[in-house]
């Protein structure tokens, strides 16, 4: 299948629906012409509130609205999917690597001392360090992180299934507007094969517990990530006309050895994560159109102890003599 893969000008917006070449930060803006969402949005949506969707949301000019932190755990999903996509080049491309023997930040004292031309030796170094690495526009991860990475990377390469499941072409945008809302789909799985697989790349802690397929299906369920592979099925066939052969995950342990699992999602769990895309879809539509994001306290709560407890306390009560 001959697929064209766009590149954007600069300051382009998507206007027509296809595959694109653009930089993560620019899929998750307002890259289009009109409204965009992406899945991360669509399942917000369906498993928050949308005052919490909206509190973050690029469309919002609240001044006063909030950013989303940018974890560790974030950092690193990012540094990987560079890794798939073009090694350890590719994540030094994007990630400034901090040396584990760095010197501590300097204090507010230690600034204040070198300020008034009084500065320690040590804070100078600390100080023109931190200055070095904070002036530069890349993320930035650890020597240690980077070293996870490559292991992973590693660990990858080591397994059959992995190398044909990442055997596509990775981080493509495909863009296409719903018909129902108007709203602009936005869905960038980390590898799309155009002979008809999608698929996405998770990185799993298991913090304990064993890494096996009952922690992946864990973590889908967790965080909908049948709703991500479900919107990236959907925007491959409305844009190839052809539906995917195939839709998974593949899931590897930050543990060593870095094991993987590939896990498949099936045309029923599909059709369910479409049916909760689509919900959220309209969703989102109303509340822009309203302007109004409902939030988790608008209705007020009434507690009530659950049956079994309340006959217990009511036991408790009757032995005492005080029971109502």
């Avoid at 509190?55 to 798939?84: S, V």
């Avoid at 930040?105 to 008034?116: D, G, N, S, V």
């Avoid at 890494?211 to 973590?219: E, G, K, P, S, V």
Wanted: aromatic letters at 10%; glycine letters at 8%; a negative charge.
């Amino acid at each position: 299948m001959s697929i064209e893969i766009r590149t954007l000008e600069p300051g382009e917006k998507i206007s027509e629906p296809g595959f694109y070449n653009i930089p993560l930060d620019v899929h998750h803006s307002q890259c289009c012409e009109g409204v965009s969402v992406t899945s991360g949005v669509l399942r917000r949506m369906e498993q928050e509130y949308p005052g919490d969707v909206w509190a973050f949301h690029d469309l919002n000019t609240d001044p006063d609205k909030f950013t989303r932190e940018d974890t560790d755990a974030l950092r690193l999903g990012r540094a990987m999917a560079a890794y798939i996509e073009g090694g350890a080049d590719e994540v030094e491309a994007h990630f400034y690597v901090l040396p584990d023997n760095r010197p501590n930040r300097p204090t507010r004292q230690q600034l204040a001392a070198i300020k008034e031309g009084r500065g320690s030796k040590s804070a100078m170094t600390s100080m023109s360090f931190w200055k070095e690495a904070d002036n530069d526009p890349r993320d930035q991860i650890t020597e240690s992180q980077f070293q996870l990475i490559q292991d992973m990377g590693k660990g990858l390469q080591r397994d059959p299934a992995a190398a044909a499941i990442l055997g596509g072409i990775p981080e493509v945008t495909m863009a296409w507007q719903d018909q129902r809302t108007g709203i602009w789909c936005l869905s960038r799985p980390d590898q799309v094969a155009f002979d008809g697989f999608v698929g996405d790349y998770k990185k799993i802690s298991p913090q304990g517990q064993p890494f096996d397929h009952a922690l992946c299906y864990r973590a889908i369920e967790k965080h909908r990530y049948d709703m991500q592979i479900a919107f990236a099925c959907e925007g491959f066939e409305i844009l190839t006309r052809h539906q995917p052969n195939a839709a998974g995950l593949l899931f590897q342990s930050d543990r060593r050895p870095h094991f993987c699992i590939p896990i498949e999602i099936g045309e029923e769990e599909i059709a369910f994560g479409t049916f909760h895309n689509h919900k959220s879809l309209r969703r989102f539509k109303e509340c822009l159109d309203a302007g109004y994001w409902p939030e988790p306290g608008e209705q007020p709560g009434y507690f009530h102890w659950s049956d079994e407890k309340r006959q217990q306390i009511l036991d408790e009560m009757q032995t005492a003599g005080v029971a109502p």
